[in-house]
């Protein structure tokens, strides 16, 4: 058995050379025809597009992607090639939750946010939109959730969330067909029709929020300010947007190790139960440094973003080297 797997994809190896008889790792952008035509398996991460320009005459016959998004994989492609596939959903829904609480916690500090006199719009209360609710309400903030597909009682329009909302944050799947479609959902006309001039935060997919469309927004402050983990055509950023807007990290928000632990061992099942192969054990992440120390008082001690977005702005050009040698982060102990 021979599996091919992402090299930026931590704590993962191990168990996968257990499993395998070859295990074989490249840099996900670099994965092409010629490395997988004798692969049985794909580990990989968003870096790698899944389609028939890859696959096609391939002996691949499963594919795990260690993220929740699966947008980089052609699922009708997948289907009519009969190769099996899976992604990770909610493996990182507590880092993002995560990274947003900081985030709310900076704007606190340094913009003098109340809190607890701050209304909150959450658009998408899946694993991740879920979790961020708990946060927001551990927090005391009014929040208010706009979810049209799963359509729950107490959910509101998105047309709420213009109207009252000082905050909208959105935690959507990128689609770009159908009626809940959520390709450029935050367009000029969304804009255009904000009430409170709020914070804009985008941790989901780049597309989800037209890019073009914000910067115009924050130039004549329609919108106060923005905190983005994500951007449209990465990692070739606006840098006039990534200049412009108070936080901009390179998507990083669901990258503490826990959440890359939790997609590896969603990964290791789904490939035993895929091929059959006895269980190696579970992975687990490694501790901080003095974890049980005052050193992690509040959440800020165990994330601030403003360390990566300092980072980033200095440095656009990295974007993709931030990403690939992130430092080890831990969710709070």
């Known amino acids: 058995m021979k599996i091919v797997v992402d090299d930026k994809i931590p704590f993962l190896l191990d168990k996968l050379q257990q499993l395998a008889d070859e295990v074989v790792v490249l840099p996900g952008r670099q994965i092409g ?4 035509r004798d692969a049985d398996a794909l580990v990989i991460r968003t870096r790698t597009r899944c389609d028939r320009q890859l696959l096609s005459g391939s002996k691949v016959q499963f594919v795990a992607t260690a993220t929740i998004g699966f947008d980089h994989i052609d699922v009708d492609f997948m289907e009519r090639a009969g190769i099996s596939w899976t992604n990770c959903p909610g493996c990182n829904s507590g880092s993002v939750a995560q990274y947003v609480e900081s985030s709310l916690l900076v704007l606190q500090q340094q913009k003098g946010v109340d809190l607890q006199h701050t209304t909150i719009g959450i658009v998408g209360c899946g694993h991740v939109g879920s979790k961020v609710r708990a946060v927001c309400e551990r927090m005391g903030m009014r929040v208010l959730v706009c979810d049209p597909p799963l359509g729950h009682a107490d959910f509101v329009s998105l047309e709420v969330l213009e109207r009252e909302a000082d905050i909208i944050t959105f935690h959507v799947p990128l689609t770009r067909s159908g ?5 450029h959902m935050a367009d000029s006309a969304f804009f255009s029709r904000l009430q409170r001039t709020p914070y804009i935060i985008n941790t989901s997919r780049g597309e989800v929020v037209s890019n073009e469309a914000l910067l115009t927004a924050l130039q004549k402050s329609v919108v106060r300010d923005a905190i983005l983990d994500v ?20 998507h990083i928000a669901g990258y503490s190790a826990d959440g890359k632990v939790n997609a590896d061992n969603m990964v290791i099942n789904a490939l035993c139960q895929h091929f059959h192969l006895p269980h190696p054990g579970l992975v687990t992440a490694p501790e901080l440094p003095n974890a049980s120390s005052a050193a992690y008082a509040s959440p800020l001690d165990y994330y601030n973003p403003l360390v990566d977005s300092e980072a980033l702005k200095k440095e656009p050009a990295l974007f993709e080297y931030f990403r690939d040698h992130y430092p080890l982060r831990r969710e709070c102990l």
């Open 33 to 36: 025809p010629d490395d997988v």
């Open 179 to 183: 009626k809940y479609a959520t390709y």
């Open 231 to 250: 951007w449209e055509h990465e990692p070739n950023l606006d840098l006039r947007l990534l200049e412009r807007v108070f936080i901009g990290t390179p």
